[in-house]
């Protein structure tokens, strides 16, 4: 199982984060772009195999979790703060395998990496699934059209004895 579960994990974030991309507000777009780029830049300057931490992994994370606290303070909505949360985590892993002195194994810190980046790319799916239209045949914005606001339909109520009923019933109040 863990030998497919780095391809699994690459596709599931550039979906994720394609999705974030194109779907989302700015929380998700922000975030979708940071951890893809993260991502790559990561790819590109680790050095195989993996037997410790390496300051420019390290470094990356260390931006991207930057970013999250960044989108955390002005953002209003849940998943950011968990996002940054598994951020920290990741960060923190890292630092925990250095202060470990090389007593941790490497596939163990790998395996804690993995599962926290997972959690990041959760909650950037949540992010990028909670956006968009409403599903087909839907149409919120007419639906609301019709409804006022309380006060309206107490006064068109509050109005019905003292208006004639064909006034009341003219196809042009009905809009």
Known sequence: MFAWSPLVFAIAMVLVCVAALVRGRWEEKVLGAAYLAACMASLAV?????????????????????????????????WPILAAAFQVLTVGAHLAFIAAEGRLGAA????????????TIACIAWGAGSQGPPPIGLNFHKLKK?????DSAMASIGS???EPVARRCDESSLL
């Open 46 to 78: 680790e050095k195989r195999p993996w037997t410790g931490p390496q300051g420019a992994v390290i470094a990356i994370d260390a931006v991207v979790l930057g970013v999250s606290v960044a989108v955390v303070l002005g953002s209003e909505k849940l």
């Open 108 to 119: 163990g810190y790998l395996t804690v990496l993995a599962l926290w980046s997972y959690g």
């Open 146 to 150: 019709g409804f006022g606001s309380a």
């Open 160 to 162: 019905m004895t003292h």
